[in-house]
């Protein structure tokens, strides 16, 4: 029988996510599903009773979507186990206090990993030379909720975003059917058409909107001749509940190299971004290339950084030996760096990695110290509007700081670079600067989509909405218009008929009832 717990500090623990943007209301239970057939059950009662169901990751996502803010349950994915023995190796390792089996097919460089691994057990259970690329920052976030919001990472720029790592799924519809898919098994002409397990069959009418060309994790995944396992991945759970992923592997390079650069300007540091690019284009094999503004700097701690002043940095993953870096060498030199650190792998490669990710923690404590909030943005661009859409963010900071000026840094840009993805972090210590922050905020946004950009490139759309001309809407109603937001909400209904899953992301509750009524 499915595990549920009802207590106040059980509910509290999934009361939120890592935004703190919505907060859950009237949960009746957290339940703990082992199995499929648990989730199944979980789903059959469900549709009785008209009771929602919100499932859960590890709760780090940054825009609400775990967060069950029209009550209901909870559905945590964390002791879900793989769904049968397969006849591959198994590795097995310990999370939460419980074991979790994942198989790997070695000569295929393939794993199946139930959803509730995190990225960083998966690591580790993987044999040494093998990888899974997708590189996102926050590392306890699940494999299963990665693949629900496409996450990516500092090394996107070299190897994609989840969703290229992703062979198949298999996924608990809410109707309670169980689908097993793989690449290549079903590809869209209008509509994308399948059948489940149980022989139950659907069709599912593709949303018409034009998905912008680069980088993008808002809305349902969209394109003519797409194949079905692309719909779920960066569905952020309203289609259904991944229970198991099959994920493709590489062989994980051994001689990655690691380069931080400090400048003594932003234009600087952008010419060696730019010789960055030319280097990886020709032989050079660039991971990542990684920004932070001096505003940034400002918030890390490092002996590197001790009694500098730069105006800015760009951390890179380079794969080569010692005798191949002279593109970035040449680089550097053309530059005009104030300093660099160098880390030819192993602890010291770890350590830049510490570095990198610091950042963000620092800049939480820093708001819990100054008991202030912070709105961050998750734009990307397309390349020839990317310098424009860097002075709009460094504008829209300054705009901030000039109407209240005070103690501290009022924002930072910092990110993933060579995507043209750069996240703005607008730091609010007052309720009326949260306001401007926000105004600020939807402006780039509109900009962003103006420019053929997107307003989520990584985190996801989930339950985030913004205020424009004293309307608050979706984020995707500012992308694609309501419409859209509709088709989206027409697609789920197929799969789930009596809109009880992850009610609220992507599309409003109160759009789900418009389209019930009409
Ligand atoms: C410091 C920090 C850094 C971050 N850096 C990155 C980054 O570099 N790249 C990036 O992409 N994200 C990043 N994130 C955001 C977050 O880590 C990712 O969105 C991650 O995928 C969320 O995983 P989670 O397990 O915490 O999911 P949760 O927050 O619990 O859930 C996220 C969404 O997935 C859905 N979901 C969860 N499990 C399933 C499932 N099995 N089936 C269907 N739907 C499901 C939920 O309903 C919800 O909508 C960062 C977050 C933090 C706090």
Redesign the pocket.
């Known amino acids: 029988m499915i595990r549920k717990e009802t207590k106040p500090e059980s509910l509290a623990e999934f009361a939120t ?2 935004s703190g943007i919505v907060q859950a209301r009237d949960v009746e239970a957290v339940c703990f599903p082992e199995s499929e057939q648990e989730i199944c059950e979980l789903f059959a009662e469900a549709n009785e009773t008209s009771t929602l169901v ?10 609400g ?2 967060v069950a803010i029209h009550g209901g349950l909870v559905l945590a ?1 964390q002791e ?1 186990r793989a769904p049968q023995p397969r006849e591959l190796p198994a590795i097995e390792a310990e999370q939460f206090g419980k074991q979790y089996v994942i198989y790997l097919d070695q000569e295929r460089l393939e794993a199946h990993v139930p ?2 691994v ?1 990225t960083e057990l998966l690591d580790q259970m993987l044999p040494e030379g093998l990888l899974y690329p997708p ?4 590392k ?3 494999i ?11 090394r996107t720029f070299h190897y994609g ?2 969703r290229h790592w992703v062979l198949g799924l298999r ?1 608990v519809l809410p109707t309670g059917d169980i689908i097993d898919i793989s690449r290549g098994d079903c590809t869209a002409d209008s509509e994308l058409r399948f059948a489940s397990q149980s022989g139950r069959e659907y069709a599912i009418p593709l949303p018409s909107y034009q998905m912008p060309a680069g980088k993008n ?1 808002a809305g349902l995944y969209a394109r003519p001749g797409m194949d079905l396992v692309d719909l779920f991945v960066g ?3 309203i289609l ?4 198991e992923v099959r994920l493709k592997l590489t062989e994980r390079p051994d001689n990655i190299l690691g380069e931080i650069a400090f400048f003594p300007s932003e234009a600087e540091a952008l010419g060696f971004i730019d010789d960055l690019r030319t280097a990886a284009a020709g032989a050079m094999t660039v991971l990542s290339i990684e920004y932070f503004d001096s505003n940034s700097l400002g918030f890390m701690e490092h002996e590197v950084l001790a009694g500098k002043d730069y105006g800015a940095a760009v951390y890179t993953e380079v794969v080569g030996t010692l005798d191949e870096l002279d593109p970035l060498i040449a680089a550097l030199d053309a530059n005009n760096y104030a300093a660099d650190w160098f880390a030819e792998g192993g602890e010291e490669a770890a350590e830049q990695k510490g570095f990198r ?1 610091s950042l ?2 620092e800049v ?1 404590s820093y708001l819990r110290r100054h008991n202030s909030q912070a709105w961050t943005t998750d734009f990307a661009v397309p390349a020839e509007k990317f310098p424009e859409m860097l002075q709009a963010y460094h504008a829209a900071g300054v705009a901030l700081r000039e109407k209240f000026p005070r103690e501290g840094k009022h924002y930072l840009v910092f990110g ?1 670079i060579g995507d043209y993805h750069l996240h703005v972090e607008f730091i609010a210590h007052t309720e009326d600067e949260l306001r401007l922050a926000r105004q600020l905020y939807a402006d780039l946004a509109r900009q962003a989509i103006a420019w053929g950009g997107t307003v989520s490139a ?3 759309v ?1 339950k985030k909405t913004l205020t424009v001309n004293g309307r608050t809407i979706p984020y995707l109603e500012l992308m694609y218009g309501k419409q859209a937001v509709m088709e989206i909400a027409r697609a789920k209904q197929v799969l789930d008929p009596n809109l009880i899953l ?1 009610v609220g ?1 992507m599309v409003p509750k109160q759009y789900l009832q418009e389209m019930a009524a009409n």
């Open positions: 996510d890592e919100t499932t859960s990751g590890a709760g780090t996502g940054l825009n979507g775990r994915t879900l959803a509730g995190s590189d996102p920052t926050e306890s976030g699940f299963g909720a990665n693949i629900a919001c496409n996450a990516s990472g500092s975003a989840s996924v994790a569905s952020e759970g259904g509940v991944i229970s990710h963000p923690d939480h993933h990584e985190h996801g989930g992850n992301n």
